[in-house]
């Protein structure tokens, strides 16, 4: 059964401080995973984007990294600021199908105290 | 460049009724997909739509259906309203449909079913 997997469910951290985000899948064929972020209320807005042969990718203080042997994600995000509150969704697609078949996890709910 | 426009923001409608949301994609684009996101489930995948025809369909009820157009507007109809139908109605749309395609999502219309 395809599935992607979100941990923790929720995170509280201090702002300034580091955080890891972790997604593990059982979605096959793989084509690529996505990082999402999503504000209250908003659509989510995507971070990475990566494909089979990408270890890591970076954008800003967000890095993802892949290991497609053990089917493990991490989002690490650097030096928190207040606005990164939100919900954090891994997303993963397959090969073979259409973009439309994409497999959510439920989300790291990370909440940045001042 | 506007993004993926979606309308109404928020809508309440009583059990019974019948209910169609629109979405605009991004100029350009032809694919788009719709999603249920509820705090339960997640995000969940409803159908996609590319040139107007349906490439892709979910796992729910007849009582849920598209159409796009032939600007590829796209607009979603439930029909039947139920008490669990109430959810945020995300968009995305995408140049195409291939997995790897970058997906760009809309505000979501956030439906009450009282």
């Known amino acids: 059964k395809n599935q992607v997997e979100q941990s923790p469910q929720s995170l509280i951290i201090l702002e300034g401080k580091n955080c890891t985000l972790q997604c593990n899948y059982t979605v096959s064929p793989f084509s690529n995973l996505r990082w999402y972020k999503q504000d209250t209320g908003r659509g989510p807005v995507s971070l990475t984007i990566?494909?089979?042969?990408?270890n890591t990718k970076s954008n800003g203080r967000y890095t993802a990294t892949l290991d497609a042997d053990t089917k493990q994600s991490s989002l690490h995000i650097t030096a928190s600021q207040l606005s990164d509150s939100a919900s954090y969704i891994c997303?993963?697609?397959?090969?073979?199908?259409?973009?439309?078949?994409?497999?959510f996890g439920r989300g790291t709910q990370l909440t940045v105290w001042p | 460049k506007a993004g993926v426009t979606q309308t109404p923001r928020y809508l309440i409608k009583t059990r019974g009724q019948q209910v169609t949301l629109s979405c605009s994609p991004i100029s350009g684009h032809r694919s788009v997909s719709w999603y249920q996101q509820t705090p339960g489930q997640g995000l969940q995948f409803l159908f996609e739509y590319f040139s107007e025809t349906q490439r892709n369909k979910g796992n729910f009820p007849g009582r849920f259906s598209g159409r796009q157009f032939s600007n590829s507007r796209s607009e979603m109809n439930v029909s039947t309203l139920e008490l669990g139908d109430s959810a945020l109605y995300l968009c995305a749309s995408s140049l195409d449909t291939e997995p790897g395609a970058e997906a760009f999502f809309g505000q979501g219309t956030r439906l009450t079913v009282v």
């Open positions: 990566m494909t089979f042969s990408e």
């Open positions: 997303v993963v697609s397959t090969r073979g199908s259409t973009l439309g078949r994409l497999y």
